[in-house]
C-alpha cells in the first residue's frame, strides 16, 4: 500500500526514487485507505506516493495531529471499528499525547512519533510477553542500525530506553483478547531524536534525552525518517518470530540490552498520590534476573517483583 501524507516535502524521503506525489481522492484508495485517512489524515486530499518504507502496509505521515493517534486507534477499535493490518502512523508534531500509564508525552518536530496496527490470531499465553518487549527491541535495534552501531540503548523495565542515563525513547504496547487469542496489538513509540522535551524534574523519572546528544547526524528535522524504515522492519520481524512461535527471542533481546540488570535499583508504587515526597519504596536491591514473565529477582527481596516504578541507584 502507499504513503499518504499531508506533507509531501517533510515526507520526501520517504518516496521511493524517482517517484512523485500525486493528489488522490480518499475514495480512490479503496475503502480501507480511505477510512483510515479520514480518521488519522484530516479533511483534505492526501499527497500519495509510492515508498519502500510502507512495504505492504498503509502509512501515514501527517504534520500535526491534534491528539494522539494511538489513542484514536483504540477508540475506533472500542467502538467496533477496523483497521487494515499493519497500518503506522506518524505525527511529525502534536497535541495530548502520552507514554505509559496516560503521563504526557511532548510530540516536537523531527523526533519520530509512530503508532501501528496489528491483526493477529496467537496464543495469549505464549505471546503476551513477546508483545510487550517487542517495540522496546525493535526501536534499540533500529537505533543501533540507523546509527551504524554508534548508538545501543538499554532497556529499562519496562518500557525505557536509556543512553548515559537519560531517557531517549519510550514505548507502549497495547492487545485485545478474544478467549485465549490476542487479536490484536497496538504499538506506540515515542523516539528524541532531534530535541530532548523540558519537562519538571521527578526523582522517579530519567532526565530526557535525545540522539543527537549522543551522535552526530541526528540533529536536523529529518532524523525521523531515518528512523522509520529500520524500524518498522524490526516490528515485522518481531511480529514474524512471535508468529512462529519464538517469542522467546524477543526476551533474550531484550535482557542482552538491559540497563538494570546486576544494578541496584529501588521499585516505587505506579500511583505516588498527591505527595511523591511522603511514598515509600515497594523494595530495593540489586537485579539478579529478569524472569521469564517479566518479573524481577533482587537481592535480598524473597518475592520477585512483579509491578512498579523503577529508579536506577548508584553502587554503593
Known sequence: MPLLTDTPHAAEPLLAAGMRWERVDPAALGPEAADAWRAFGGDGLPWVGPSPAAGARLLIVREHAPASQFARMQELLAAGGELPDGLACV?????????????SWKALRGNLHLSVYLALDLAAAESQVGLALLPAVATARAIEAASGGRLRPGTKWVNDLLLGGCKVAGV?????????????????????????PRLPPSPRVPEPGCLAAFAEGWDDDGAWARLLPPLLREIDAGRAAL????????????????????????????DEGPDPDAVRPLARGRVLELLPDLSL????????????????????
Open 91 to 103: 505525527a511529525l508534531r502534536g497535541r495530548r499525547f502520552q507514554g505509559q500509564r496516560g503521563r
Open 172 to 196: 507502549l504496547t497495547a492487545t485485545q483478547l478474544q478467549g485465549a487469542r490476542v487479536r490484536h496489538a497496538l504499538l506506540g513509540i515515542g523516539a528524541n531524536l532531534v530535541r530532548a
Open 243 to 270: 508468529e512462529a512461535g519464538d517469542g522467546a527471542a524477543l526476551l533474550v533481546a531484550y535482557r542482552e540490552r538491559a540497563a538494570f540488570l546486576g544494578r541496584p535499583v529501588t521499585i516505587w508504587p505506579v
Open 297 to 316: 529477582r533482587l537481592e535480598g527481596v524473597a518475592e520477585p517483583v512483579r509491578s512498579g516504578r523503577m529508579t536506577l541507584d548508584e553502587d554503593d
